[in-house]
């Protein structure tokens, strides 16, 4: 059972350049969310989805997009990647309108902005 | 706006005593609460939920309470682990499943 898979896991990006996390999840789930983890912060909700061809902000969108195409998979997008967007990216997913059914996270991806 | 906070960044618990972690709220229409368990380079994984409507939480050796008039909820584990030794991150949820987290507290669990 692979879950709610993340890739890549670690990247390193210069100032300015573009990159696309991909999250994949295997369990037909509907809703998609990206996360970024800082220290002290807690997790924090940039952007999620509640179904394929929907997306929403979240709490800390700016400087992020994101696509859902295909319901297995949720793209986050980094158009010119600034420092202060180093951080631990966690994507999730979950069940449709069922508040006490528990999100199911990946791995994380490690991104560091020189 | 911190919704959710654990006012402890970490924990020191000796080997089969009992760990308790705390968490406070500000947002009353909160439904559900739930505390996650997170291994350093791997993604939080679900430990127990707690309904609004409930006070109390058990399975197995995690226990959750809630006290809606202070606003406060609390992760009873007993008797500690080694293996219990994680990140812990309190969230809350309102409606359509967008989860509010703490800031996660650090357990370390001494032989």
């Known amino acids: 059972n692979a879950g709610v898979t993340q890739t890549p896991k670690f990247r390193v990006l210069k100032t300015g350049q573009s990159m696309t996390l991909l999250c994949a999840q295997d369990?037909?789930?509907?809703?998609m969310y990206w996360y970024r983890q800082d220290p002290g912060m807690g997790l924090r909700l940039i952007h999620y989805?509640?179904?394929?061809?929907?997306?929403a902000k979240g709490e800390v969108p700016d400087g992020y997009n994101v696509s859902r195409l295909k319901k297995q998979n949720f793209l986050l997008g980094l158009e010119s990647a600034a420092p202060s967007q180093t951080s631990v990216y966690f994507c999730?997913?979950?069940?449709?309108?069922?508040?006490?059914?528990?999100?199911?996270f990946g791995d994380g991806t490690r991104l560091s902005i020189l | 706006d911190q919704q959710v906070k654990q006012n402890s960044p970490s924990l020191s618990v000796q080997e089969g005593r009992i760990s308790i972690l705390n968490c406070d709220y500000t947002n009353s229409m909160f439904d559900y609460f739930l505390w996650y368990k997170k291994y350093p380079a791997e993604g939080p994984t679900f430990l127990i939920s707690i309904s609004s409507i409930k006070d109390k939480n058990e399975d197995g050796r995690f226990t959750v309470f809630l006290n809606k008039s202070a606003k406060h909820l609390s992760l009873h584990i007993v008797p500690s682990q080694p293996g219990d030794s994680a990140v812990y991150f309190c969230a809350a949820i309102q409606g359509a499943q967008k989860l509010v987290f703490g800031q996660g507290t650090r357990l370390t669990i001494n032989p």
């Open positions: 989805s509640v179904g394929e061809g929907t997306t």
């Open positions: 369990m037909n789930h509907e809703y």
């Open positions: 999730a997913s979950s069940t449709l309108q069922v508040p006490n059914q528990p999100q199911h």
